[in-house]
T-cell receptor, first 118, second 115 residues
Framework: AQKITQTQPGMFVQEKEAVTLDCTYDTSDQSYGLFWYKQPSSGEMIFLIYQGSYDEQNATEGRYSLNFQKARKSANLVISASQLGDSAMYFC???????????????FGKGTKLSVIP | DTGVSQDPRHKITKRGQNVTFRCDPISEHNRLYWYRQTLGQGPEFLTYFQNEAQLEKSRLLSDRFSAERPKGSFSTLEIQRTEQGDSAMYLCATLNITALNTEAFFGQGTRLTVV
């Protein structure tokens, strides 16, 4: 069974500073995918970034980058130059391995609440 | 708007009533999912469709819950005889997967409150 652990219930960061949100995962599969989503108070889940387990380069999307350390089974999200609008819940998720026949459902962590301080 | 769309955004219902939610997926994505998110938790998988076929259901999906995806387009999730424990955010997601990449997008969610 897959498991996602986010050990930081809440984080504070000063505006314009960088912040790292931790995510560790547990799987015995070799092929998997990792996601980060942002959930503002409105409730929608906004896709931020994706990393495939076979991708050799860390994924980047604008101010978001994923620090993927496969041997340590960690997939931390780094947000550079934090903005007030970054205040939200952040969820790490894992997709089932690619096999052609799976459901590919996502397993989520419990989330980290990020607060950006002016 | 070509994203995932859910309706309604909010629903307040009395215990014992039936409710139905709708999800309109990204048209290019043939996989559609329903998730439930309770307060302080991450979303949990409920059920999955590939085109019109419902291929997997979670243990969380009691017999009061039913989901459909007629013609492989929009999907509905119905909860019969609602209970206070059904109060949650219900999220719809669609997914497109290849060997090299996965796209998984969520709708805005339907927040259900059972009083």
């Amino acid at each position: 069974a897959q498991k996602i652990t986010q050990t930081q219930p809440g984080m504070f960061v000063q505006e314009k500073e960088a912040v790292t949100l931790d995510c560790t995962y547990d799987t015995s599969d070799q092929s998997y995918g990792l996601f980060w989503y942002k959930q503002p108070s409105s409730g929608e889940m906004i896709f931020l970034i994706y990393q495939g387990s076979y991708d050799e380069q860390n994924a980047t999307e604008g101010r978001y980058s994923l620090n993927f350390q496969k041997a340590r089974k960690s997939a931390n999200l780094v947000i550079s130059a934090s903005q007030l609008g970054d205040s939200a819940m952040y969820f790490c998720a894992m997709r089932e391995p690619y096999s052609g026949a799976g459901s590919y459902q996502l397993t989520f962590g419990k989330g980290t609440k990020l607060s950006v301080i002016p | 708007d070509t994203g995932v769309s859910q309706d309604p955004r909010h629903k307040i219902t009395k215990r014992g009533q039936n409710v139905t939610f709708r999800c309109d997926p990204i048209s290019e994505h043939n996989r559609l999912y329903w998730y439930r998110q309770t307060l302080g938790q991450g979303p949990e998988f409920l059920t999955y469709f590939q085109n019109e076929a419902q291929l997997e259901k979670s243990r969380l999906l009691s017999d009061r819950f039913s989901a459909e995806r007629p013609k492989g387009s929009f999907s509905t999730l119905e909860i019969q005889r609602t209970e206070q424990g059904d109060s949650a955010m219900y999220l719809c997601a669609t997914l497109n997967i290849t060997a090299l990449n996965t796209e998984a997008f969520f709708g805005q969610g339907t927040r259900l409150t059972v009083v």
